[in-house]
């Protein structure tokens, strides 16, 4: 089993940076795709980054490239999601989740899909506005 909690979420003005963090305790967070979703009010959840366990492979949504970067640090059981530009759009609830798996790599968007995480976070709210 393992337990994620977010955190690092707050209101800042369009053009700021903001820091998430999700730390697991718990089973087998060091051989765990970490994944970063976010969720705006009526609309679905939708995939923002994910990261392998070995940290040599990431995956950004297009909306981010280039403005977030996620990484981890095994040692601290925590995975990052760094947010720069911010805009209004990225406001959202964001979500951290983990799928175990005994690879260290992975390629291609085949984390990008929800489903197929198996623990989850509770959430923490990001508002960007002026």
């Known amino acids: 089993q393992v337990q994620l909690v977010e955190s690092g979420g707050g209101l800042v003005q369009p053009g700021s940076s903001l820091r998430l963090s999700c730390t697991a305790a718990?089973?087998?967070?060091?051989?765990?795709?970490m994944g970063w979703f976010r969720q705006s009010p009526g609309k679905e959840r939708a995939f923002v980054a994910a990261?392998?366990?070995?940290?040599?492979?990431?995956d950004y949504a297009d909306s981010v490239k280039g403005r977030f970067t996620i990484s981890q640090d095994n040692t601290k059981n925590t995975v990052y999601l760094q947010m720069n530009s911010l805009s209004p759009e990225d406001t959202a609830v964001y979500y951290c989740a983990a799928r175990p798996t005994q690879f260290s790599t992975f390629s291609g968007r085949g984390y990008r899909q929800e489903r197929i995480y198996d623990y989850w976070g509770q959430g923490t709210q990001v508002t960007v506005s002026s």
């Open positions: 718990g089973r087998a967070f060091s051989r765990s795709v």
């Open positions: 990261i392998s366990w070995s940290g040599t492979s990431t």
